[in-house]
């Protein structure tokens, strides 16, 4: 739900690779939790190496919008040069007012452009930073949780094999030897010719 929430805000405000980076995300997590349901060790192995990945990749957010390491909030880096738009709540963000006013310096233009962005209770890439926090927090607790399941998970196979479960033949007539096999077959098998010839003469 977290993940489907950012999503709606990354496709107002255009940021193109925030929208592939929670759609694969969306995709990993619905099969992490078919793996759960199914009984598949291996897809919640593939969640939890992807977690790993969702938590580099909000870290590197984190550090874009705070310009860590040189990093720019005003860059296109994350529309992938292809649009000026940022992020929706820096237009959008609690409390915010945009001024705009008329182009009127430039020909066959009538639209408006806003001038600033004023009385922001909260400035967007601070609402951006809680965004990428609490993903990064749910991706942790996803991590161990998925770290649980696995180990019940081949524990449970374990056990199951360790009764015979998957064994054709029970696990006990693996210690048996063939001739004492063969002799209580042969001894079963006497036995039942004795017993129907006594009910023959019986008759």
């Known amino acids: 739900l977290a993940a489907?929430?950012?999503?709606?805000?990354d496709f107002l405000g255009y940021q193109w690779a925030p929208i592939l980076a929670n759609f694969l995300h969306i995709i990993i997590v619905i099969l992490g939790l078919f793996g759960t349901i199914q009984y598949r060790p291996r897809y919640i192995v593939v969640?939890?190496?992807w977690t790993a990945i969702w938590v580099t990749w909000n870290i590197f957010i984190i550090c874009f919008y705070l310009e860590v390491g040189g990093l720019s909030k005003d860059s296109e880096l994350l529309t992938f040069n292809i649009s000026?738009?940022?992020s929706w709540w820096s237009e959008n963000g609690p409390g915010c007012v945009r001024k705009e006013a008329s182009m009127s310096?430039?020909?066959?233009?009538?639209?408006?452009?806003?001038?600033?962005?004023?009385?922001?209770?909260?400035e967007y890439r601070y609402i951006e930073v809680m965004h990428s926090s609490f993903q990064i927090l749910?991706?942790?607790?996803g991590f161990v949780y998925a770290c649980y399941v696995?180990?019940?998970?081949?524990?449970?196979?374990?056990?199951?094999?360790?009764?015979?479960?998957?064994?054709?033949?029970?696990l006990y007539h693996v210690n048996e030897k063939p001739t004492?096999?063969?002799?209580k077959q042969t001894y079963l098998l006497i036995s039942l010719t004795g017993f129907s010839g006594m009910e023959g003469m019986n008759k």
């Open 4 to 9: 489907l929430e950012r999503q709606v805000f």
């Open 47 to 49: 969640y939890a190496i």
């Open 84 to 86: 000026r738009h940022q």
């Open 105 to 122: 310096g430039i020909k066959g233009l009538d639209n408006h452009s806003y001038i600033s962005v004023i009385g922001c209770a909260l």
């Open 138 to 141: 749910i991706a942790l607790v």
């Open 150 to 170: 696995v180990s019940v998970f081949t524990e449970e196979e374990d056990s199951f094999d360790f009764i015979g479960g998957f064994d054709p033949f029970p």
């Open 180 to 183: 004492n096999l063969l002799f």
